[in-house]
Nanobody, 114 residues
């Protein structure tokens, strides 16, 4: 059974940092992992993703502030978030792709206070 378990969300003041983690289990081979977020009343959007080989991409609004990384041995992806802004407040979801099949975590809430 496939599980994606996110952790690391919470409440932080603007300018602060958080590190999200997503551990995947039950997936034989992961081609790409990423983080999405959904703020209240908004559509879910891609924040960052990392594919096999280490290539990464980010939404413009987080470039220079967020860093995605992956530990292949642990099937875990991380999102280091620095210089957080109130507009980063959202539920952050982990996504994994394996042979065209998409898996989602249940999400972790990040709240940035001004």
């Amino acid at each position: 059974q496939v599980h994606l378990v996110e952790s690391g969300g919470g409440l932080v003041q603007a300018g602060g940092s958080l590190r999200l983690s997503c551990a995947a289990s039950g997936i034989f081979s992961i081609n790409a992992m990423g983080w999405y977020r959904q703020a209240p009343g908004k559509q879910r959007e891609l924040v960052a993703q990392i594919i096999n080989g280490g290539s990464t991409n980010y939404v413009d609004s987080v470039k220079g502030r967020f860093t995605i990384s992956r530990d292949n041995a642990k099937n875990t992806v991380y999102l280091q978030m620095n210089s957080l802004k109130p507009e980063d407040t959202a539920v952050y979801y982990c996504k994994a792709i394996s042979y065209g099949i998409i898996y989602w975590g249940k999400g972790t809430l990040v709240t940035v206070s001004s």
